[in-house]
């Protein structure tokens, strides 16, 4: 089991551009995490999803994020018209479906807005 | 609401001094509660969990439910302890989980 795969690991992007981050969750897994780690701050949870659901989102700012877990192929969580701000690590956790289990949590994705 | 508090941002200690990490939550019901850690340039990973009731890497934690905290400790620190470490919760609904800020420990030698 290769464990929770994130790409790219490092991504710039200038502002006003789309920034994709995709996350592969661990066989067998079917609920994935998103979660955002400002410079010196901890981590904040974003959102949680299982296959083309969203259960909780109450994380995610209001405007220019969105995220899926489509059916087929990885997760994606998708910034539009980044701002500085955005600069973060982004990690991607998964856990399988029983309830309270351990997540096991991807590398993150390093994204630097110029 | 915040569910999981750590009051420490940041906490020193020397090698061979006893260190403890605090958590506190909040939640109606039984939830379950976790220490992740993040060493440097590494990936989370987790440290422990409540119900396993074991000791990781000679690091303890006791979930006292009338106090509602869950504090990580470790008699004796070493410096390969220095990491960032982070309390979470999952409820018992929704297979949600909840982190706290994390405390970022460095243990002087």
């Known amino acids: 089991n290769a464990g929770v795969m994130q790409n790219p690991r490092h991504l710039v992007r200038r502002r006003g551009q789309e920034a994709r981050l995709r996350c592969s969750p661990m066989?067998?897994?079917?609920?994935v995490y998103w979660y955002r780690q400002l410079p010196e701050e901890g981590l904040k949870f974003m959102v949680y999803?299982?296959?083309?659901?969203?259960?909780?989102e109450s994380g995610m700012p209001k405007e220019r994020f969105s995220a899926e877990f489509p059916k087929e192929g990885p997760s994606i969580l998708r910034i539009q018209q980044v701002v500085r701000g955005d600069s973060a690590a982004y990690f991607c956790?998964?856990?399988?479906?029983?309830?309270?289990?351990?997540?096991?949590f991807g590398p993150g994705t390093r994204l630097t807005v110029l | 609401a915040q569910r999981v508090t750590q009051p420490e941002k940041l906490l020193s200690v020397f090698k061979g001094a006893p260190v403890e990490l605090k958590c506190n939550y909040s939640?109606?019901?039984?939830?379950?509660l976790f220490w992740y850690v993040q060493y440097s340039r590494q990936r989370l990973q987790l440290l422990l969990r409540?119900?396993s009731r074991e000791s990781i890497k000679g690091f303890t934690a006791d979930l006292n439910k009338g106090e509602t905290s869950f504090h990580l400790k470790k008699p004796f620190a070493q410096e390969e302890d220095s990491a960032m470490y982070y309390c979470?919760?999952?409820?018992?609904?929704?297979?949600?989980?909840?982190f706290g800020t994390g405390t970022s420990l460095t243990v002087i030698p």
């Open positions: 999803l299982q296959k083309e659901n969203i259960i909780d």
């Open positions: 956790a998964s856990s399988p479906w029983t309830l309270g289990n351990e997540q096991f």
């Open positions: 939640y109606s019901g039984s939830p379950e």
């Open positions: 066989k067998g897994h079917s609920h």
């Open positions: 409540h119900i």
């Open positions: 979470a919760l999952s409820g018992t609904t929704g297979n949600q989980f909840y």
